[in-house]
């Protein structure tokens, strides 16, 4: 069976690591631990484990975190990718978006970075946009604040509850964009026209 990739994003060290931005990584880590496994360091700039994903049979993933900065994730994602033989069209990346309400999960496959530098890093690594994302709202940043800031911010006190929500429900649309399909996923994971 062939095998996934599942990438989060975020930046390494505990000083980024309650950030909007590191999201991506923590849906990866909700996964690793559904899974029974933790992620351990890999050449290339990458912590990363294999595990059987929910489905029938069990779909073999390589879960990575990169260990660089966000803005130069993509040669750590092609140095993974590369090393299990996973072609773009089977590596998921997960990552943050201001676009998308807080708590909201959008699914895709391909489309433009919309100004996230580690989709761009990646694009540019992998050589293609054509790969699929789980997107996770994290909203736009109030006022006037600059959304570079806004995205190197903590979730606050009274959001913590609700992102823990979503990362799992991230999780959940990763298991079932891989077991199901892009379309079965985005059926359950986006709202009908006119719905909430």
């Known amino acids: 069976m062939d095998t996934w990739l599942v990438v989060g994003l975020g930046n390494p060290g505990a000083r980024y690591a309650g950030n909007r931005h590191n999201v991506g990584a923590h849906v990866v880590a909700e996964l690793a631990a559904r899974g029974g496994v933790a992620l351990s360091a890999h050449k290339g700039g990458l912590r990363a484990a294999r595990v059987h994903l ?3 049979g069990g779909t073999p993933a390589v879960l990575a975190v990169p260990t660089s900065y966000m803005n130069v994730s993509g040669p750590p994602v092609r140095e ?8 773009a069209e089977r590596v998921l990346v997960v990552h943050d978006e201001l676009d998308i309400d807080f708590g909201r999960v959008r699914l895709k496959r391909g489309g433009g970075e919309g100004g996230h530098n580690g989709l761009r890093s990646v694009t540019a690594s ?4 054509d790969y699929l994302r789980v997107r996770v ?3 736009r940043p109030p006022g006037r604040l600059d959304p570079a800031d806004f995205v190197l911010r903590d979730f606050t006190a009274a959001e913590q509850p609700e992102i823990a929500v979503t990362v799992a429900l991230a999780a959940d649309a990763v298991e079932l964009l891989i077991s199901d399909g892009l379309l079965a996923a985005q059926q359950r994971f986006h709202p009908l026209p006119g719905g909430p």
Do not use: E, N, R
């Not at 992998?126 to 946009?129: I, S, V």
């Open 126 to 129: 992998l050589g293609t946009k």
């Open 80 to 87: 993974i990718a590369t090393f299990y033989k996973v072609p």
């Open 137 to 139: 709202g994290i909203g």
């Open 54 to 56: 929910p489905g029938p």
